[in-house]
């Protein structure tokens, strides 16, 4: 009886501090973007990096802040394969104080990680909801 109720505990405080992260990661990414000043750059390069499954591109990005400075980032995001062409003109969101925070204007470069940390957060809380439960299939 104690495991299950240590299991039970676990699963449960696992999940609320899943829950919490996701939600903060959802509020900052929001704050981020309400705060951000939208600017425009051009992709002028691809930073090749490898995984398990082969290469990924992710797009390296120059703009100008509202002050007239130069700033390049890489982004966060890599896709194979890649999603954007040297040359392409892009929307950029940046911090007005830390402009080296700059991300890409699309969904995925925004909304990626919450989305993803949602989806194991609500893993989580199913198979909480099942152990806790104690929900049979049969």
């Known amino acids: 009886m ?14 609320a501090i899943l829950f919490c992260a996701f ?9 981020f973007v309400n705060n951000a000043v939208e600017g425009r750059g051009h992709v002028i390069g691809l930073a090749r990096s490898s995984s ?4 990924v591109f992710k797009p390296v990005v120059e703009f100008h802040t ?22 392409e003109s892009v929307t950029v969101y ?11 204007s699309d969904w995925i470069s925004l909304w990626g990680g919450p989305m993803i940390l949602g989806a194991i957060t609500a893993v989580f809380a199913f198979l909480t909801f099942i152990i806790y439960f104690r929900v049979s299939f049969r």
């Not at 940046?94 to 890409?104: I, Q, T, V």
């Open 2 to 15: 104690g495991k299950i109720i240590t299991h039970r505990a676990l699963m449960c405080i696992a999940t």
């Open 23 to 31: 939600g903060w990661s959802v509020l900052h990414v929001r704050h």
């Open 52 to 55: 398990k499954n082969g290469s």
């Open 66 to 87: 509202v002050g007239g400075a130069r700033m390049e980032f890489t982004s966060s995001m890599g896709t194979s394969p890649p999603s954007h062409d040297v040359g």
């Open 94 to 104: 940046y911090d007005p104080e830390d402009p080296h925070s700059a991300m890409l």
